[in-house]
Every structure is written in C-alpha cells, then in structure tokens.
C-alpha cells in the first residue's frame, strides 16, 4: 500500500521567511495529493492540494510543486506569519476513494 | 463550509469496558473514515467504509473494532473490550465520492481508557 514520508519533523523559520516542507510517496497510481494543517489540541484543516496532472500549484502564500517521476511533492509557505505556526500534514491517495495516507507531520514554528 | 461533527470530544473509559465513539458525516458524503492519532503524532489509517461495507482496513483496526452506519444515522466506531493502548485521538472523516476530492475531517474524540 501506499506509505508517505515526511522529512522535516520539526522546521524553525524567522516571520516573513519562507518554509518548504517536503514529501515522498511510493504509489505510482496516487494522484491527489493534499494538505492539512493541525493546529494545537484541533482536528485538521485542509489547506491546499494538488492533482497529478499539474506540477504546480499557488493558493496566496501557499505553492504545491508536484514531480512525478521522483513522486516528490512540497509545501512552500511564503512570506511566514506567526500564525502559520501548526503541526502540516501531506497525505496522497488513488483517484477511487481509498482513504489519504498521511506523513508524520512537520511542527512548523514561525519566530517573530 | 461543510463540517463533521463527533460526539462526544472527550471520553474516559475503564479498561474492558465497550465504547462507541460517534460521527455525523457531511451531508450526502458517500465514504467514511476513522483514524488514530497518539500524541498529536502521526494520523494512522483504521478504516475506510462505503455503501454498508468495510472497503479497506489495516493492521491497526483490530478485532475489536468495528464499524457501521445503521439507516443513513451516525457513522459509529465500536471498541469491545477496550485496551490501554486504544487512548489515542481518534478523527472521523468524510468525502462525497467523486474523485480527488477533498476529505473533510472532524475535530476528534479523545479516548482515554484508564
């Protein structure tokens, strides 16, 4: 089955940087691929997604990059503000409804 | 926007004991999910339900676990007997059926089995 990994566990970044969180799945035939923010004590919010038939994807502050042949997928957060500070979610799952499979998720901390 | 609902946020329960931990999917949703989370780690997958049926569960929907949603009410996970190592936040969510749609999550129930 599908296994997601999410490298950055924790990511620190000053208020007004910009933070890039980063994901790798195993499943060719994934082809959604959103995001969720967890904010403390909360249930998740979905922030931004993107399909598998485009590599690029801007939401405001938010860009997804999609690379499918690394099967490679990014959050960046522009121009951080302290309220971005959450726990971040990236999930992917097949087109039919199975259920996203979830990385382990990045405490982003922004400083002000 | 849309919202699922899950009743109680907060259950205490003796070990043994049977508890059954609710969800008021979105309206018209056609798939269900229940997932655990230990210590705002990571959202492990328990099971996937459509049309009546269990579709896709794994390792962690053990036996004692189980799933339905009698007549379009509260999409219910059941636990019988629980176990310490149930005590976990346990989310519920729900998608209309179309692809590559959002998933829509509730705010979980927390399940502490003392």
């Known amino acids: 089955g599908e296994k997601v990994e999410q490298h950055e566990s924790t990511l620190s970044v000053r208020e007004g940087d910009s933070a890039v969180i980063n994901c790798t799945y195993t499943?060719?035939?994934?082809?959604?691929f959103p995001w969720y923010k967890q904010e403390a004590g909360k249930g998740l919010h979905f922030v931004i997604d993107?399909?598998?038939?485009?590599d690029r994807k801007q939401s405001q502050r938010l860009i997804v990059l999609l690379d499918k042949k690394a099967k490679r997928f990014s959050l960046h957060i522009t121009a951080t503000q302290p309220e971005d500070s959450a726990i971040y979610f990236c999930?992917?799952?097949?087109?039919?409804?199975?259920?996203?499979?979830f990385g382990a998720g990045t405490k982003l901390t922004v400083k002000p | 926007g849309p919202k699922v609902l899950q009743i109680p946020s907060h259950q205490i329960i003796d070990m043994g004991q049977m508890v059954t931990l609710n969800c008021d999917p979105v309206?018209?949703?056609?798939?269900f999910y229940w997932y655990k989370q230990i210590l705002g780690q990571q959202m492990e997958f328990l099971v996937n339900?459509?049309?009546?049926?269990?579709?896709?569960k794994s390792k962690l929907f053990k036996d004692q676990f189980s799933v339905e949603r009698p007549d379009g009410s509260y999409f219910t996970l059941k636990i019988q007997p629980t176990a310490l190592e149930d005590s976990a936040v346990y989310f519920c969510?729900?998608?209309?059926?179309?692809?590559?749609?959002?998933?829509?999550f509730g705010k979980g129930t927390r399940l502490t089995v003392v």
């Open positions: 969510a729900s998608s209309p059926g179309t692809s590559n749609t959002e998933v829509f």
């Open positions: 499943d060719t035939a994934s082809s959604y």
């Open positions: 993107i399909r598998s038939n485009v």
């Open positions: 999930a992917a799952l097949r087109n039919n409804n199975n259920a996203p499979r």
């Open positions: 309206s018209n949703h056609l798939y």
């Open positions: 339900f459509y049309n009546g049926k269990v579709m896709e």
